[in-house]
């Protein structure tokens, strides 16, 4: 869940580009273009974003709990369900059952059961992604919110998003990624339910260590 999670926030990261071209033409021509016509390029790193931008870690952290409060619902339905068909298999063994139609009865309960888990395994999954893609789009819309107002002074024709080989060759002299992360990290203002799982969080991690 955590890894899925995290693929998605990279994901929706790597659309807050300035402007999208294709990434290997930028970075081949960026020096030149430059010198040559004026034109000013920069690129952030989107792995150094994801792990210092409070807004990823926040809701990191908030999505996988909500993820792990999902899975625990789940796994309890799952477990009175066993148990429920091990009780009726039981019975059934020890000829409990009076007459075909109690017999039916029980089985059709059972079914109904497996069916309200599967729409509640589908609820709170959909849930969930509804979510993700929600925080997604908060996410994106801050970045380039932010970047629009950076550029008001940079003045940039082009900032590029840099994730793993996209841009095969970057100058280190065109990355601006600590500056969009401060600047980033000083606009933003945590909601009071994240900052509750966030303090929550914290807590845990205290509690845990102590206890070692």
Known sequence: MKKILTLAFTAALALTACNN????????TA????????????????????????????YNILLNQKGENAQKT???KQRALQQHAAALQKKYENNGFTTRDELERAQNQLAKEQQDLAELEQRLMSELANEQAQLTMEMRDSIQAFLKVYNKTKKYDYIFSRQGDNILLA???????????????????????????????IDNTTDSQKAR
């Open 74 to 76: 789940l796994a309890g």
């Open 21 to 28: 071209q294709k990434a290997e033409e930028a970075e081949t």
């Open 31 to 58: 020096e030149n273009a430059d010198v040559q016509t004026g034109l000013k390029v920069a690129y952030v790193e989107v792995d150094s974003l994801m792990t210092q931008y409070q807004f990823c870690k926040d």
């Open 171 to 201: 100058n280190k002299k065109f990355d601006i990624t600590k500056e969009v992360v401060a600047g980033l990290n000083k606009r933003y203002k945590a909601k009071p339910d994240v900052k509750k799982v966030s303090a929550d969080k």
